[in-house]
């Protein structure tokens, strides 16, 4: 009798372990369906902003709404970086994940429409 307990505890062992496993892979299943959605919606965002010409002096001015807060009128930086040469140091696709993303705490986030987001990146490459 001690074989057939012994059998029986084994199949429940077996049972127990392929369902955690199942789960596991489920939880994985998820998380990486969320991140590839996520990043693949980014993508695309990063690829239209890219695509736009944007204008200087409407990035001028959206910087002045939204950003001489942190990083000063002149762009030479307050509690915020100085953004001068920030070109130089991150290329665009980074600039715009740090925009729309806040990265860097406490940078808040933004949504920002392409077009807009374009308008700024081209502002930004006239700090050089």
């Given amino acids: 009798m001690s074989t057939s307990s012994s059998t029986a505890a084994e199949r429940n062992f077996k049972k127990d372990f392929l369902k955690i496993v199942f789960v596991v892979l489920g939880v994985l299943l998820i998380c990486f369906s969320i991140f590839f959605i996520n990043h693949n919606e980014n993508n695309e965002y990063?690829?239209?902003?890219?695509?736009?010409?944007?204008?200087?002096?409407e990035g001028n001015a959206l910087f002045k709404i939204?950003?001489?807060g942190c990083h000063g009128i002149t762009a030479r930086g307050l509690v915020g970086p100085d953004l001068h040469s920030i070109t130089q140091r991150l290329n665009d696709k980074e600039i715009?994940?740090?925009?729309t993303g806040g990265l860097t705490p406490p940078m808040p986030s933004f949504e920002i429409d392409p077009?807009?987001?374009?308008?700024?990146?081209?502002?930004?490459?006239?700090?050089?």
């Fill in 66 to 68: 939204n950003c001489v």
């Fill in 115 to 128: 077009v807009n987001m374009s308008n700024l990146l081209k502002y930004l490459h006239t700090l050089e």
């Fill in 46 to 57: 990063i690829i239209e902003t890219i695509g736009h010409n944007g204008s200087a002096e």
């Fill in 96 to 99: 715009i994940k740090q925009v």
